[in-house]
Nanobody
């Protein structure tokens, strides 16, 4: 099994900053892509940013220039630095990772989600 533990959410004023972290642990052979997604009340989950194991990143247009995704392959961690936060960034943020893991002696690729962390941007 693989576990993802997120941290760093909270309440911040518009224009402020937060840093989210995600740590993957368990039966991990290697990790492919990692990413952050978010879901606001009444809306579908959407991608915020992703990063490949080679370090190539992609961002949703709504966060480009404000958010920075990074990963530490040695520690199996993922971070999201969020600057210039806006009320529309309010959502539950989820970490996602695609992992190569061993199940019953077979190497397989699976996706995992974290439990989510609340980010609220409000004055």
């Amino acid at each position: 099994q693989v576990q993802l533990v997120e941290s760093g959410g909270g309440l911040v004023q518009p224009g402020g900053s937060l840093r989210l972290s995600c740590a993957a642990s368990g039966s991990i052979f290697s990790i492919d892509a990692m990413g952050w997604y978010r879901q606001a009340p009444g809306k579908e989950r959407e991608v915020v940013a992703t990063v490949t194991n080679g370090g190539r990143s992609n961002y949703a247009d709504s966060v480009k220039g404000r958010f920075t995704i990074s990963r530490d392959n040695a520690k199996n961690t993922l971070s999201l630095q969020m600057n210039s936060l806006k009320p529309e960034d309010t959502a539950v943020y989820y970490c996602n990772t695609v992992v190569w893991t061993v199940v019953a002696t077979t190497l397989i690729k699976r996706g995992y989600w974290g439990q989510g962390t609340q980010v609220t941007v409000s004055s």
